[in-house]
T-cell receptor
């Protein structure tokens, strides 16, 4: 069965600094990988996804993530964060045909002025 | 296109009361899901459905029942609410088992439930 680990529960960072949010997964089969963002008091929305092809995936709002199969990781990065990026970020994995998703516990990104 | 909608947005129940949460999607998605979100635990899957008339248990199904009588609706029921069911509930839908770009889940805005 698949599982997702997000090692950092909270990440504080100053505005305009770079940030990396870490995600590791375990699965015995091929997976699809996703990052979702949840702004305060809202539902989740898709940031980016890896299905196949290039391991570097670009998403909305300047975020990107790199799939590393050997390290079973899918870390999320942004070179320069804004106050508006303050939110909770969830990594998710879906096996095979995506019948079931597993979400990580989330990382709360706080961007400080 | 309304996407995924949830009714109600907020609800307060007393222990032992029952209620039904409604999820509706207008994207003709095959798959629908119910999650609960608790602090520090991310999202946990309660039940899901891979098509009209079918349901399956997720990670935390106890105390909940679901029904998918129509493709566009997925109902989550609490027969006898308990304080441990105080949570934020999210519904989601996706195209289904075709794989590829169709696996993205679309989420509703959530229902905040408090059980006293």
């Amino acid at each position: 069965a698949q599982s997702v680990t997000q090692l950092d529960s909270q990440v504080p960072v100053f505005e305009e600094a770079p940030v990396e949010l870490r995600c590791n997964y375990s699965s015995s089969v091929s997976v699809y990988l996703f990052w979702y963002v949840q702004y305060p008091n809202q539902g989740l929305q898709l940031l980016l996804k890896y299905l196949s092809g290039s391991t570097l995936v670009k998403g909305i709002n300047g975020f990107e993530a790199e799939f590393n199969k050997s390290q079973t990781s899918f870390h999320l990065r942004k070179p320069s964060v804004h106050i508006s990026d303050t939110a909770e970020y969830f990594c998710a994995v879906s096996e095979n045909y995506g019948q079931n998703f597993v979400f990580g516990p989330g990382t709360r990104l706080s961007v400080l002025p | 296109n309304a996407g995924v909608t949830q009714t109600p947005k907020f609800r307060v129940l007393k222990t032992g009361q029952s209620m039904t949460l409604l999820c509706a999607q207008d994207m003709n998605h095959e798959y629908m899901y119910w999650y609960r979100q608790d602090p520090g635990m991310g999202l946990r899957l309660i039940h899901y459905s891979v098509g009209e008339g079918t349901t399956a248990k997720g990670e935390v199904p106890d105390g909940y029942n679901v029904s998918r009588l129509k493709k566009q609706n997925f109902l989550l029921g609490l027969e006898s609410a308990a304080p441990s069911q105080t949570s934020v509930y999210f519904c989601a839908s996706s195209y289904g088992a075709s794989g590829g770009a169709l696996n993205e889940q679309f989420f509703g805005p959530g229902t905040r439930l408090t059980v006293l």
